[in-house]
C-alpha cells in the first residue's frame, strides 16, 4: 500500500544518486550496512506509509539529515566506519529533537556502549511489531 500523497526527492549520498518517496507528515532516516536489511525495512516502512531515506553508512545519513526534515533516526549500532552510536550523538547534537531507535545483532554492543541513554534498541531479529511499537511511541500515528 502506498500513500496517498507522495512527493518525488532526489538526494545525494556520496557517489550515488537515489530516488526517494516521501509520505507528508511522519519520515524515518534508516542507516543500515546490510542492503538485504535496507531494502526490507524500507519496503515495510512504506507499506505502513511511513515515508523512509535511506543510507548505508553514518556519513551518508549525516548529508540526509542535514538536508531533509527527520523525525526518528533507525540505525544499526554495528557498522563499518561511524558506529550507529557515533552517528546518534553527532544526529542529537545536531537536531537536538530527533528521537533515535537503534538495531542490533550484538546486544553486548548497544548496552557497553551506553545507546540506551539515546534511545531504544531493537535486538535482530526484530518484529514488524516491535518496530511499529516503538515508531508509535515516537509519534508516529498509524
Not at 56 to 83: C, E, R
Not at 93 to 98: D, V
Request: a positive charge; aromatic letters at 6%; glycine letters at 10%.
Amino acid at each position: 500500500m502506498r500513500p496517498r500523497s507522495l512527493n518525488a526527492l532526489r538526494f545525494t549520498a556520496g557517489k550515488s544518486q537515489r530516488r526517494v518517496e516521501m509520505a507528508s507528515g511522519f519520515t524515518v532516516l534508516l542507516v543500515e550496512d546490510d542492503s538485504a536489511v535496507r531494502d526490507y525495512v524500507v519496503q515495510l516502512l512504506r507499506e505502513k506509509g511511513i515515508a523512509a531515506l535511506v543510507a548505508a553508512d553514518g556519513m551518508a545519513a549525516l548529508q540526509i539529515l542535514g538536508t531533509h526534515p527527520i523525525n526518528v533516526l533507525f540505525t544499526d549500532i554495528v557498522m563499518p566506519g561511524m558506529s550507529g552510536l557515533d552517528l546518534a550523538k553527532e544526529s542529537r547534537r545536531l537536531r537536538p529533537s530527533i528521537k533515535i531507535l537503534f538495531s542490533t545483532g550484538w546486544p553486548g554492543k548497544s548496552v557497553d556502549h551506553g545507546a540506551l541513554r539515546l534511545g531504544p534498541v531493537l535486538l535482530k531479529p526484530w518484529r514488524e511489531g516491535e518496530l511499529m511499537h516503538e515508531l508509535r511511541r515516537m509519534g508516529w500515528s498509524g
